[in-house]
């Protein structure tokens, strides 16, 4: 890490996004919004309503940021939960949960958070809208947060 940060998600990075059943709509909204920002999007499903298992979406999208097939991810599901947790088993992601446009901002400048993830049923359309143009236009502070994101990799 850079012991200035990292800079914000940039125009033209690569986002892989997923969700389950419960995160469809959102997830759908987000991918156009992000494409409008100029993202390039990787849709890894889930895309209908039928009772998907989230870790199975949530290891798609850290495997694909793992390896680089994506830089960014957004993982949604009913709470975001469930979603985060799975995704932070992979030691190269920092899922971070959000609710709001200060949560998703601390997320980027204190964690260096690579994954956003979202609750359909806890946050509205709008809100999650926030959540991602401010995840996706904030940059990591670096300095004193380098050395408590390096423990985030440590055994």
């Known amino acids: 890490m850079s012991e200035g940060g990292r800079s914000a998600p940039a125009r033209g990075d690569t ?16 991918a156009k919004d992000l494409e409008a920002l100029g ?4 849709d890894l499903g889930t895309n209908g309503p039928e009772s998907v298992d989230y870790p199975d979406y949530a290891r798609a999208v850290s495997e694909a940021v793992a390896g680089s097939r994506a830089k960014w991810g957004v993982l949604v599901c009913g709470s ?9 088993r992979n030691p ?4 971070a949960v959000v ?12 964690n260096d958070a690579n994954v956003l993830a979202l609750g359909a049923r806890l946050v509205g ?3 999650a809208k926030d959540c991602v ?11 004193r947060h380098e050395r408590r994101v390096a423990k985030l990799g440590e055994k």
């Open 15 to 30: 986002v892989a996004i997923a969700a389950d059943h419960a995160g469809v709509a959102l997830k759908t909204t987000i």
């Open 80 to 88: 975001g939960i469930g979603m985060s947790m799975a995704a932070n």
């Open 92 to 95: 190269a992601i920092r899922a």
């Open 99 to 110: 609710h709001d446009a200060l949560s998703a901002r601390l997320s980027r400048q204190h």
């Open 39 to 42: 993202f390039r999007v990787i």
């Open 133 to 143: 143009r401010v995840f996706f236009s904030t940059p990591f502070e670096g300095g």
């Open 125 to 127: 359309e709008d809100v």
